[in-house]
T-cell receptor, first 111, second 118 residues
């Protein structure tokens, strides 16, 4: 069966520090991978998605970047965090037009 | 461009009442997919249902039912006889057919927070 792992679960980082959130999927090949952000009390904002290794589509220009170094690994990064980067980050995978399956999320607080 | 609108920000009901969540979508594609997800307080998104644009048949699953109407671009969700455990944020989502191979973008509405009071 397929599983998705996302870590860490919570993170508190100072302004200006770097960020690296990792997401890995098991039990499937060549999935579409997604990063979403949810600000407190808000909806899901699509940040990046990837249809294959090294292929990244950015939805919103911002302080973040994404990379897909391996088929089932998706990384969200920042060189210098801003206060506005705080939020709940969710990774998801899907195969074609099927439903997406989400990780448990990372709550990031930038202080 | 694809867009999903959930006009209801919050809904509060008393247990055993029915609650209907509205979802209106915009797309120029004839092939697309609609979804509903539940986000309980723990934060993880739970998949509830998928509908493709060629299947307008309504569906019932236990206390949940969905009404898909292409004529009004709506995909509404009803919880019958609500329970406290139904308290969560509910999201509607849309995925158009890919413009490139395997390029399936998935866009969510803003979500509706449902609070069921005992």
């Amino acid at each position: 069966s397929q599983t998705i792992h996302q870590w860490p679960a919570t993170l508190v980082q100072p302004v200006g520090s770097p960020l690296s959130l990792e997401c890995t999927v098991e039990g499937t090949s060549n999935p579409n991978l997604y990063w979403y952000r949810q600000a407190a009390g808000r909806g899901l904002q699509l940040l990046f998605y990837s249809v294959g290794i090294g292929q990244i589509s950015s939805e919103v220009p911002q302080n973040l970047s994404a990379s897909r170094p391996q088929d089932r690994q998706f990384i969200l990064s920042s060189k210098k965090l801003l206060l506005s980067d705080s939020g709940f980050y969710l990774c998801a995978w899907r195969q074609g037009p099927t439903e997406a399956f989400f990780g448990q999320g990372t709550r990031l607080t930038v202080v | 461009a694809q867009k999903v609108t959930q006009a209801q920000t919050e809904i509060s009901v008393v247990e055993k009442e029915d609650v209907t969540l509205d979802c209106v979508y915009e797309t120029r594609d004839t092939t697309y997919y609609l979804f509903w997800y539940k986000q309980p307080p723990s934060g993880e998104l739970v998949f509830l249902i998928r509908r493709n644009s060629f299947d307008e048949q309504n569906e019932i699953s236990g206390r949940y039912s969905w009404n898909f109407q292409k004529s009004t671009s709506s995909f509404n969700f009803t919880i019958t006889a609500s329970q406290v455990v139904d308290s969560a944020v509910y999201f509607c989502a849309l995925s158009e057919a890919p413009k490139r191979s395997n390029d399936y973008k998935l866009s969510f509405g803003a979500g509706t927070t449902v609070t069921v009071r005992a």
